[in-house]
C-alpha cells in the first residue's frame, strides 16, 4: 500500500495583499521563516511520503513559481486546473490521478498555505489517522484542539462517547462563528478547529463522491481515461466547466455517514491574516516585528515589512506596515481582515498591475 | 531710493524628513499648491519689488536647485554662504553686497520657506513698514496677530501706547513659549508672533550692526572692499570662519532701540511640521489630504502622500504618511516635531544617503 500527498494551492491570500497578488500568492512567500509555505508544507510531508508520492495542484499563473521553489517535485506531479472550481474537483481530480498511479493508494489532502510548528506529532497524527482511515474506509479529517474562541476558523463537532485511539465519530460541521457561539464551542470541549486536512484511501473518497456528487464522479470518470491523451488540458477545460463549484466540506464531509476526526495536538495555524502572521513571529522588546531597515519611536506592538525601503515608524502602535515593490498598506492590526476589500478597490479601478 | 529684498535660504528643514533632504530642502519643495515655497516667495514679493533687486542667500549644495526653480533671477543675485553662520551674518553680508549697489536702499528681509496666504495685505503691510523706516531710520519687523497659543513660535510684546499707523514700539522678544504662557501672551493682547521677516534702510542696519555686532560689522567692511575680486568666496570663507554663529534677534534685534513692529493681519505660517502642512491643506470629507492613488477605509484626519506607490490606509486616523523615493515615514500628526529625530539616527548610523 502506497502513501500519497495532495497539496492544494490554488488559493490567491487576498488578506496578504500587497505581498500576495496572482503571480506570488501566499503559498509562494516566505511569511514566517526562511522557507516559502509551500516548500514548508512538502519538507513537512516529505517526512512520511516520498517526493515522487507528493502531488501539487495548482493553476497556470503559479506554476513557474511552483516549479522554481521545488525543484525536487516531479513535474508530471504538477497538476493545472483550468480556473478553480473549489476543494471537491480539484481533490476528485488528484484522486484519479493518484488511482491510475496506485489503486489502493492512502492520501492525504492538504493546503499549501498552512503553518505546523511540532512535525514530530504532525506526522504522528497523519500516522494514526491513516491507520484508522485504511481499517475502517473511513474519511478522516484532523481537527485542531482549539486554544482560544477564534471566529476565523470553521469547527467540528465530535462524539465524545465514540472515542477509539484518539479518533472519534463526527457530529458536525459548523461555519465561522460569531464570537459568542465560539466560546461556547471552546466551553463545550467537543468542538474541534476544521484544519482542511483529510485522509483517506482513494477508493474510500472516489466511493463517497460517486454516492453524494454524482455529476462530479461522472466527470471523473470521462476524465479518467483521457489523463495520458496530450490533449488532457483542452477535456480537463470542458469538463470542469460544467462543474459546480463546491467544497469538499459541503459536498461530501457534511453528509457522508463515513467521516471521523483524529484529535491534532499540534500547533496550526491556518495563517488567515496580517494579524495571525504577527502573532506567529518573534518579536523585539517593544512587541514589534521588524523586516528591513526600521526605526521606531514611541511605537509598540507592531508588524513592519520594509525590505527595501527605509522606514520610520512614530508615535504608532498596533500597525500593519507592508512596503513591497509598488505597494504600500498601513493597516491597524485588528482590521487586518479587511485588507481584502483593497484587491475589490483594485479590481473596480482596474489598477490590474497591483493585483 | 530703491527697494531690495534678501530671501534667506539655507535651512534644510529636517522635520519635512524624507521630503527634505540636503539637496531638496524644505524651500524647494511644493510643500502646498503647485510652486515651491521659495517660487512663491519670490512671485509674493516681485508685486512690490523688480526681479534683478531680488537676492537670494543660500549655499552650495542647494544653489543648482535654486537656480533652475528660479531661472529669472540674474545669478549674480544668488550669494553663496561658505556654510551657514546664522541670520546675523547672512544678513550682514547680503546688506554690504546692496550698499555697494545701491546705497540709499530700503531692504525687506524674510525666509524662503513660509507661507502667506493674503498677498494684498502682505504687500501692504510692507509698504507701511517701509515707510515707517524711511522716516525714522527704524528697524521694523512684522508681527503677525495670533490666532491660538501657539508653542512653535517666538513672540513679540509691544507698547500698545505707541502705536502710529499700526506700527508699535517693541518691548521685548520672547523665546518658544510653553503652553499656559502662550495662553497668557494671547490673552494679553500685546504679544504677537515673530514672523522672521524685517524691513529696514540699508544703512540703518548696518549702523545697528557696528554699534551692537562690532566684531561682524569689522568683518563686513573688510568684505565690502573684496566684493568683486575673482577671490571673494576665499575671502568671505575665511571671514565667515571667525564669525560667531548669532541669530539677527539675539545680536541686534533684542538689544536695539530702533525697533519697531508692523502688525501683519495675513494668515501665515512657517510650516514647522508636516502637522502644519496638514492643517494648511485642502481636506476631503473624511478630513483626509491624499497625494497620489490613494485608498482609505475607516480612516480619518490624516495626511498621506505617496505620489508614485499605491497607498491603503485601512482603520488608523490622525496619521502623516510620507511614502518618498527611498524612504517612508509614517508618523502620529500630534508626534511630527519628532521627525526631526530621524535625522539624528541616520546621521549616527552613517546612512548618508538618506539625509
Known amino acids: 500500500m502506497e502513501f500519497y500527498a495532495v497539496i492544494m494551492a490554488g488559493g490567491i491570500g487576498a488578506r496578504f495583499w500587497?505581498?500576495?497578488?496572482?503571480k506570488s500568492p501566499k503559498q509562494l512567500l516566505k511569511i514566517v521563516g526562511d522557507n516559502t509555505m509551500i516548500q514548508e508544507t512538502v519538507r513537512r510531508i516529505n517526512g512520511l511520503i516520498p517526493i515522487e508520492n507528493i502531488l501539487i495542484v495548482t493553476n497556470e499563473t503559479q506554476k513557474p513559481g511552483i516549479i522554481e521553489q521545488l525543484p525536487e517535485i516531479p513535474i508530471e506531479n504538477i497538476i493545472i486546473e483550468p480556473f478553480g472550481r473549489n476543494t471537491a474537483a480539484c481533490i476528485g481530480l488528484a484522486s484519479i490521478i493518484i488511482q491510475k498511479r496506485s489503486p489502493d493508494a492512502v492520501t492525504f489532502v492538504m493546503p499549501a498555505d498552512h503553518i505546523i510548528k511540532d512535525d514530530e506529532s504532525f506526522l504522528n497524527?497523519?500516522?494514526?489517522?491513516?491507520?484508522?482511515?485504511?481499517?475502517?474506509?473511513?474519511?478522516?479529517?484532523?481537527?485542531?484542539?482549539?486554544?482560544?474562541?477564534?471566529?476565523?476558523?470553521g469547527y467540528i463537532q465530535i462524539d465524545e462517547d465514540s472515542g477509539k485511539s484518539s479518533v472519534y465519530k463526527v457530529l458536525t460541521f459548523a461555519e465561522k462563528p460569531n464570537y459568542a457561539t465560539a466560546v461556547n464551542f471552546i466551553k463545550s470541549?467537543?468542538?474541534?478547529?476544521?484544519?482542511?486536512?483529510?485522509?483517506?484511501?482513494?477508493?474510500?473518497?472516489?466511493n463517497?463522491?460517486?454516492?453524494?456528487?454524482?455529476?462530479?464522479?461522472?466527470?471523473?470518470?470521462?476524465?479518467?481515461?483521457?489523463?495520458?491523451?496530450?490533449?488532457?488540458p483542452n477535456i480537463l477545460s470542458g469538463i470542469y466547466g460544467q462543474l459546480k463549484s463546491i467544497s469538499i466540506d459541503y459536498g461530501i464531509m457534511e453528509k457522508s455517514d463515513k467521516v471521523f476526526l483524529?484529535?491534532?495536538?499540534?500547533?496550526?495555524?491556518?495563517?488567515?491574516?496580517?494579524?495571525?502572521v504577527y502573532e506567529l513571529s518573534e518579536k523585539d522588546e517593544d512587541?514589534?516585528?521588524?523586516?528591513?531597515?526600521?526605526?521606531?519611536?514611541?511605537?509598540?506592538?507592531?508588524?513592519?515589512?520594509?525590505?527595501?525601503?527605509?522606514?520610520?515608524?512614530?508615535?504608532?502602535?498596533n500597525l500593519i506596515v507592508i512596503n513591497h515593490n509598488d505597494a504600500l498598506l498601513i493597516c491597524k492590526r485588528d482590521k487586518a481582515q479587511d485588507v481584502k476589500n483593497v484587491i475589490d478597490y483594485l479590481k473596480l479601478h482596474k489598477l490590474n498591475d497591483l493585483l
Chains 1, 2 share one sequence.
Do not use: C, H
Open 189 to 206: 470541549g467537543d468542538f474541534f478547529w476544521n484544519s482542511g486536512m483529510f485522509i483517506w484511501k482513494i477508493d474510500s473518497i472516489l
Open 208 to 232: 463517497e463522491i460517486n454516492q453524494l456528487m454524482p455529476d462530479l464522479f461522472e466527470g471523473l470518470v470521462q476524465l479518467k481515461d483521457q489523463i495520458t491523451n496530450p490533449d488532457f
Open 125 to 153: 497524527t497523519l500516522k494514526t489517522a491513516s491507520q484508522f482511515s485504511i481499517e475502517n474506509q473511513a474519511l478522516v479529517t484532523i481537527g485542531i484542539q482549539p486554544t482560544r474562541p477564534e471566529t476565523g476558523y
Open 287 to 317: 512587541g514589534n516585528v521588524k523586516v528591513g531597515t526600521v526605526y521606531t519611536d514611541m511605537a509598540l506592538d507592531s508588524y513592519i515589512y520594509s525590505p527595501d525601503k527605509f522606514t520610520a515608524v512614530i508615535g504608532l502602535d
Open 262 to 276: 483524529v484529535k491534532g495536538n499540534f500547533s496550526w495555524s491556518d495563517v488567515g491574516s496580517w494579524e495571525a
Open 18 to 22: 500587497p505581498r500576495s497578488k496572482k
